[in-house]
Structures are given as structure tokens and as C-alpha cells.
T-cell receptor, first 109, second 115 residues
Framework: EDQVTQSPEALRLQEGESSSLNCSYT??????LFWYRQDPGKGPEFLFT???AGEEKEKERLKATLTKKESFLHITAPKPEDSATYLC??????????FGKGTRLHILP | EPEVTQTPSHQVTQMGQEVILRCVPI?????FYWYRQILGQKVEFLVS????????KSEIFDDQFSVERPDGSNFTLKIRSTKLEDSAMYFC?????????????FGPGTRLTVT
């Protein structure tokens, strides 16, 4: 059964304190792994798509990496405005997209 | 980034009633999706729609639900005979735009409250 597990569930960091969020997955025929940011009461906001192991993508203070079993979202020198829930999702060969429960990130000023 | 609007932003309905949630993609895309997110829980896939027909659906998407694209632009989700447990945020998403990419872009959601 396809599955996505994110850890930690919640993370509190001081402003400027770098860290990484983990997304472990099992899926048949990975077509893509996605990272989204979700603010309270809003729809998920697209961040990255990763298609194959070894791929990396960056956007401002965020960098996403992918292996055959997991993905990391690295956040460098975060700011309070980076506080949000970060969602990982995978799309398998059957086209369904499965989301993880997310990591709630809180950056303290 | 493609824009997606959803109406209404909040819908309150009584148990047993039918609701129609609407999604309007601003740009041309090939694939349309509906997801739901019960408060405090993860985003759940409901259905994908391509070329005017359902391409995939989850176990959640039973006979109570239906989708259509009646006028070639709006994409609707109909929920018949609503139940208390249908209360959730419902998100529309689109993909397969100009670059035919897999990225899905989400709308702001409709909050459905069933009383």
C-alpha cells in the first residue's frame, strides 16, 4: 500500500536556526514527489516537484532533496514568515496523489 | 503560477441536503482534482478528471459524490444527501498546463459545514 510519513509532526526553531523536515514514502512507480506549504485556512501552495533519486531543487531558504525512499526539505536560516505546515505528497503509477500529515513548523523571532 | 478560484468560500448546509462546490481555473489545464481536508487531518484525494471523464477516484468518492465540467470552464463537485462527517475543507486542484507538468496548483478551498 502506498504510504507517506512525515517527521517530525511539529518543529519549533529560533529564527536563523537551520533544520530539515523528513518525508518517507513507499509507492509503486513514483511519478513525482511534491512539497507544499499550507497556511491555516488556506489551500496548499506548491513549492517543489522531484522526479528521481538524486534530484535537488532550491527556492530561497528552502532546498528539497530526494532518495529512493525519502525526501528532505532543508530550511536554511529560517524567518518567522516561514512558519507554516509543510506537506509532502507522492504520485504513483495509478495517478493518485497521497499526502502526508505534514510538519507544523514554527519559527520564533 | 496558475490561479484557481473556488466558490463559495464557506457553505453551511443541513444534513441530507445537496451541495455543489465550484472550481474555476483561470488558465487552461488538462487535469482537475478534488481533495478534502477534515479539520486537523491530512489532505485526502477524492477524484481526478481528464478529458471530461473521471480518470481516478478514491474509496471516499462513492455514489454520494459526482463531478462534472458542464460548460467547459467550471468544474463542480456535487455532494448528495450530506452527512455530518462531510464537514471539511474541499480543495480543487489543476495540473497539466502549458508545460504538461505534474505539479498541482490548489485553490483556496470551500469550507463545508454540515449541521
Amino acid at each position: 500500500e502506498d504510504q507517506v510519513t512525515q517527521s517530525p509532526e511539529a518543529l519549533r526553531l529560533q529564527e536563523g536556526e537551520s533544520s530539515s523536515l523528513n518525508c518517507s514514502y513507499t509507492v509503486s512507480g513514483l511519478r513525482g514527489l511534491f512539497w507544499y506549504r499550507q497556511d491555516p485556512g488556506k489551500g496548499p501552495e506548491f513549492l517543489f516537484t522531484l522526479y528521481s533519486a538524486g534530484e535537488e531543487k532550491e527556492k530561497e531558504r528552502l532546498k528539497a532533496t530526494l532518495t529512493k525512499k525519502e525526501s528532505f526539505l532543508h530550511i536554511t536560516a529560517p524567518k518567522p514568515e516561514d512558519s507554516a505546515t509543510y506537506l509532502c505528497a507522492v504520485q504513483g503509477g495509478d495517478d493518485k496523489i497521497i499526502f502526508g500529515k505534514g510538519t507544523r513548523l514554527h519559527i520564533l523571532p | 503560477e496558475p490561479e484557481v478560484t473556488q466558490t463559495p468560500s464557506h457553505q453551511v448546509t443541513q444534513m441530507g441536503q445537496e451541495v455543489i462546490l465550484r472550481c474555476v481555473p483561470i488558465s487552461n489545464h488538462l487535469y482537475f482534482y478534488w481533495y478534502r481536508q477534515i479539520l486537523g487531518q491530512k489532505v485526502e484525494f477524492l477524484v481526478s478528471f481528464y478529458n471530461n471523464e473521471i480518470s481516478e477516484k478514491s474509496e471516499i468518492f462513492d455514489d454520494q459524490f459526482s463531478v462534472e465540467r458542464p460548460d467547459g470552464s467550471n468544474f463542480t463537485l456535487k455532494i448528495r444527501s450530506t452527512k455530518l462527517e462531510d464537514s471539511a475543507m474541499y480543495f480543487c486542484a489543476i495540473s497539466g498546463g502549458v508545460q504538461l507538468s505534474y505539479e498541482q496548483y490548489f485553490g483556496p478551498g470551500t469550507r463545508l459545514t454540515v449541521t
